[in-house]
Structures are given as structure tokens and as C-alpha cells.
């Protein structure tokens, strides 16, 4: 009798420990550390220069690009690979502000010369978002992607706890030109680490950062599939961003769990920005507890997503992902209606705890959905959808919440934008898909 031996799958390399990630990780830590410390910079010289309109000017139009050309970044990282479109835009953004800071070594900051960096830095974040958030699943194995948000939660804290402080020493020490030498620095730090990150090539592809659009798009595998198997689909055409874009589009709406997914984070993204952000300044202004005030509940609201990008990192893990991802969302949607009937800066803090303790979980089990349900061929613009959501379509809630909570007070809308969130929870449970929705292995 001859034994058969059963090959056996090399355990997988936790994420905290794999060195391609700790690189990356590295990276996007140096690169929002770096934002912050620009946005700083950019806040400070603009109040310099003008006046509060024209600051709020200068901040505002720097969205305007990132929102236009958001889903156009997606294209542009399925085409060309996520990596090279990181490492170009970070590149970018530093050749930028560092050049900024130079000119203002023989000059003061013109008002004009602000608005064009916020155009042209909105612009290039626009190509960088999608990109670095179609890169984890290209570094890792899928079951390591939970611990790999979990991560760059913890990250995206530590350069909101760091970020602020450094660019406010900078100014403090040199002005803004100190401050966006350092961002420019800090951008410049992360691109040897990219360079260093190797990506996982895509399935029945060599070259990763290859791709021939004119042979490997997947608009026109779909339209070869689609076409009847005794035709001969004859020459195909060269894909177009605009074929590109829609496919993807058309891509994410059909999926069974994508779709859904992509729609929960519209709806909670609308509850959620306006008062986590502008109404905790009314909020705070109306009770009198100041800005000392409002600190201590951000504060509060950092250390509970902090705990919750922690708990993914150390566990790797969650058990009925889409069904956890609904109800924190849901828990903690009511903590954010709480939030304004606190009646003491102390509770409103521990509330702030638990907005982002489970707001935080529930969004970084959604984008570890996101990205483990996605093709890598299509994720670029899949995460152009949901960041577009985030960071562009969303913060134009902002002049409502301050109209309503100026109108109505900060109750009425606390508790209308918990429903927002509420109800984007219970599209959740209301898809069986997403609700069974798991996390791999």
C-alpha cells in the first residue's frame, strides 16, 4: 500500500508581521501625517493672506477637483496598476508643495498662488485615493485583509494625533513655509517606501503593472462573454476611460454584494460627516463648553476608533462580518443621536467614545467587504465610488447642518442624521447577501 501525501497550504504571514505591508503601512503613514500637516499649512497662509471668506474659499476649492475627477482616478488605477499611480501622485503632491515652499522663500503667499496648489493637490488626491485603496488586496492574501484595515485604521489615527501638532509647531517656529517644507518632506519619506512594496499580479497576468488596456480590459472581456459562442467577436476596439469608467460602474451596480455595500456607505456617509465634523463645532458653541470642549469629545472619538482598528488588527478576523458591520453601524448611530442630549462635556466624550468604537468598526469591516468581493481588475473604480462618497458627495451636507442646527438647534439634527445612519444599517440587514456577507479565512 503506497501513502498519498496530501499537500498541505503554508500558513499565512499575519499582516503586523509581513514586511510588504509593514512597508506600505509605513508609507501611507508618512503620506497622511504628511496631509495633515499640509492642510495645517494651507489653512494658516490662506488666513494670512485674505479674509475668512477667502479662506473658506481656498480650502473649499480644493474639493472641487477630487470630486470631479474621483471616478476618473479609478480608471486610472485599473488601467496602470495601483502602485504606479501611488507612487506618481505621491511624487506630485511633494514636487508641489515643496515647491511651494521654495517660492515663498523670495516671496509672501498670494492668494492666486494657494488656489492653484489646492486645485492642482485636490486634483492629484483624486488619482491617489482610489489608488491606495485598490493596493491591500494586491500585498497581502484576502484573509489578512481585515488585520490590514484594522492598520491603516490605527494609521489614519495616528496621523490625525500627530499631524495637527506638527504642522501647528512649524508655523509657530517658521510660518507656512516651514510647515509645507515638512509636509513636502514627509510625502518624500513615503516614496522610497512604496517603491520597496511588491504587489500580487492579477489572475492569468504575468506583469502586474503591465496591462495592456487594448487586450486585457475588462470591458471588453464582458463583452466578449456577452456575445453569442457561435460568433467570432472579431477585432476588439481599443477601451476608451469612458467605456473603461461605465464598465466598472455598470460592474459595481450588478454585483449582488458590491452594490448593496456601495449603497449603505452612501447613505451612512450623509448622517455621519455632517455632524461628526461641522455640528460638533455648533454643538460645542451652543452648551458653551468651547474648544477645550469640543477637543475632549474628539478626543473621545478618536480613542474609540482607535480601539476599533485595534481590535481588527490583533483579531484579523470578525465572524458574520456583514451582519456585525450592520448592527455597530446601527449602535452606533444611535450613540451619535445621544450625542447632542449629553449634559456635560464628560458624557459627551464617552459618547464620542462609542461613536467611534462602533462606527469605526463598521466601517473598516465594509471596506475589508469591499475589497475582498471586488475583481482586483475592477477595484480602482470600485473604491473610487466609495471614496467619492467620502470625501466629495458627503461634506456637501455641511452648509445644511449648519442651516438646520442654526434653524432648529443641534437635537433635531443629531437625531435626523442617526436615522440617516440607521436606516443605511438596516439596507444592510435588509440584503441577505450582505447580511451572510464573511470575511475569508
Not at 508609507?27 to 496631509?35: F, L, P, R
Not at 493672506?49 to 477630487?66: D, E, H, K, W
Not at 484595515?149 to 490625525?160: D, E, K, P, S
Not at 512594496?197 to 503593472?209: D, G, S, T
Amino acid at each position: 500500500m503506497t501513502a498519498t501525501l496530501t499537500p498541505t497550504r503554508a500558513p499565512e504571514r499575519p499582516a503586523h508581521r509581513d514586511g510588504n505591508v509593514l512597508r506600505w503601512l509605513g508609507a501611507y503613514t508618512a503620506s497622511m501625517i504628511g496631509d495633515s500637516v499640509y492642510f495645517m499649512a494651507l489653512a494658516w497662509a490662506a488666513t494670512r493672506t485674505g479674509s475668512a471668506a477667502q479662506t473658506g474659499l481656498v480650502l473649499a476649492l480644493g474639493s472641487i477637483p477630487r470630486a470631479v475627477l474621483m471616478l476618473g482616478g479609478g480608471v486610472v488605477a485599473d488601467r496602470f496598476g495601483p502602485r504606479r499611480v501611488v507612487i506618481g501622485s505621491d511624487a506630485a503632491r511633494c514636487v508641489v508643495v515643496l515647491g511651494l515652499a521654495g517660492t515663498l522663500v523670495f516671496t509672501s503667499p498670494a492668494l492666486w498662488m494657494l488656489i492653484v496648489v489646492a486645485l492642482v493637490f485636490g486634483a492629484v488626491d483624486a488619482l491617489f485615493l482610489p489608488a491606495v485603496g485598490a493596493l491591500p488586496p494586491r500585498i497581502s492574501v484576502p484573509g489578512q485583509l481585515a488585520r490590514i484595515q484594522g492598520l491603516r485604521g490605527l494609521a489614519t489615527r495616528v496621523a490625525n494625533v500627530a499631524g495637527a501638532p506638527l504642522g501647528g509647531a512649524a508655523v509657530a517656529i517658521g510660518g507656512p513655509r516651514l510647515a509645507f517644507a515638512a509636509a513636502g518632506m514627509l510625502f518624500a519619506v513615503s516614496l522610497p517606501l512604496l517603491i520597496a512594496v511588491r504587489i500580487r499580479p492579477l489572475p492569468e497576468q504575468k506583469n502586474p503593472e503591465e496591462k495592456n488596456p487594448e487586450r486585457d480590459s475588462p470591458a471588453q472581456d464582458s463583452a466578449e462573454q456577452d456575445a453569442p459562442a457561435h460568433e467570432d467577436p472579431g477585432p476588439r476596439p481599443p477601451a476608451t476611460a469612458w467605456r473603461e469608467l461605465t464598465d466598472g460602474l455598470r460592474y459595481a451596480r450588478r454585483h449582488p454584494l458590491l452594490g448593496p455595500l456601495l449603497l449603505v456607505i452612501a447613505i451612512s456617509e450623509l448622517g455621519f460627516v455632517g455632524p461628526l465634523n461641522l455640528g460638533l463645532i455648533l454643538l460645542a458653541e451652543q452648551r458653551g463648553w468651547g474648544a477645550a470642549g469640543m477637543g475632549w469629545i474628539v478626543a473621545g472619538f478618536g480613542t474609540g476608533a482607535g480601539a476599533a482598528a485595534l481590535l481588527l488588527a490583533v483579531r484579523g478576523r470578525v465572524p458574520r462580518a456583514g451582519l456585525v458591520m450592520c448592527l455597530t453601524a446601527m449602535v452606533g448611530a444611535v450613540a451619535i443621536g445621544a450625542l447632542a442630549y449629553a449634559p456635560s462635556v464628560a458624557l459627551a466624550a464617552v459618547t464620542g467614545v462609542l461613536v467611534g468604537l462602533f462606527a469605526g468598526l463598521a466601517g473598516s469591516l465594509c471596506a475589508a467587504l469591499v475589497q475582498t468581493a471586488a475583481d482586483p481588475s475592477y477595484l480602482g473604480r470600485v473604491t473610487s465610488v466609495s471614496t467619492l462618497f467620502t470625501h466629495a458627495v458627503s461634506p456637501l451636507s455641511y452648509p445644511v447642518t449648519g442651516a438646520a442646527v442654526a434653524a432648529w438647534g443641534a437635537g433635531p439634527v443629531f437625531v435626523t442624521s442617526a436615522g440617516l445612519c440607521v436606516a443605511g444599517g438596516a439596507v444592510g440587514l435588509a440584503v441577505t447577501t450582505l447580511r451572510r456577507a464573511e470575511l475569508p479565512r
